[in-house]
T-cell receptor, first 112, second 114 residues
Framework: DTAVSQTPKYLVTQMGNDKSIKCEQN?????MYWYKQDSKKFLKIMFS???????INETVPNRFSPKSPDKAHLNLHINSLELGDSAVYFC???????????FGPGTRLTVT | ELKVEQNPLFLSMQEGKNYTIYCNYSTTSDRLYWYRQDPGKSLESLFV?????AVKQEGRLMASLDTKARLSTLHITAAVHDLSATYFCAVVLTGGTSYGKLTFGQGTILTVHP
């Protein structure tokens, strides 16, 4: 069974489009995260949710909007995509903010 | 703001040799993680270090934590090709608005040659 899953795995789209990435975890965790890994492999947190409540909102353009319909799901919607949004986006989950974080397989977003 | 720095960023090793990757961080933290990432893959948790003096070993990898020096090391013993990957350390601040936020080092790209 996949612990943290993301869809889609690959996403190729044009500038200006709107797209969503979905994340689901079946670990029973109450905290979920979105991280961005850029072309130099640097990883940075974007958002975290605890029990569907937004906890961390890093300096991310407001074109990015996370949504957590329940504790097991955290989706990321991106409006008006730009070339600089091209990256790999990882979802993760943990038991509270103190637990070890388990990462999903990643979504490679390419904006052309 | 918490800063996490790894060195070296690139490491080319011969099989059978030993080497150490260093991870320095700037602010007091009570937990540090080491992850491995293969090309095109997700992050795999290797070690969780929770206290000063903690040492953990798995196969040819050994990680340690010195919270007073704000330093963690990942030691590789008798490297084999299968260890080729990118290794990240990550530190978490567990209080206040930093709830669960992992701050990553830049990553160390390890290549093991025959």
């Amino acid at each position: 069974d996949t612990a943290v899953s993301q869809t889609p795995k690959y996403l190729v789209t044009q500038m200006g489009n709107d797209k969503s990435i979905k994340c689901e975890q079946n670990l029973g965790h109450d905290t979920m995260y979105w991280y961005k890994q850029d072309s130099k492999k640097f990883l940075k947190i974007m958002f975290s949710y605890n029990n569907k409540e937004l906890i961390i909102n890093e300096t991310v353009p407001n074109r990015f909007s996370p949504k957590s319909p329940d504790k097991a799901h955290l989706n990321l919607h991106i409006n008006s995509l730009e070339l600089g949004d091209s990256a790999v986006y990882f979802c993760a989950s943990s038991h509270s903010g103190r637990g070890e974080q388990y990462f999903g397989p990643g979504t490679r977003l390419t904006v052309t | 703001e918490l800063k996490v720095e790894q060195n070296p960023l690139f490491l080319s090793m011969q099989e059978g040799k030993n080497y150490t990757i260093y991870c320095n961080y700037s602010t007091t933290s009570d937990r540090l993680y080491w992850y491995r990432q293969d090309p095109g893959k997700s992050l795999e948790s290797l070690f969780v270090l929770l206290s000063n003096g903690a040492v953990k070993q798995e196969g040819r990898l050994m990680a340690s934590l010195d919270t007073k020096a704000r330093l963690s090391t990942l030691h590789i013993t008798a490297a084999v090709h299968d260890l080729s990957a990118t290794y990240f350390c990550a530190v978490v601040l567990t209080g206040g608005t930093s709830y669960g936020k992992l701050t990553f080092g830049q990553g160390t790209i390890l290549t093991v040659h025959p």
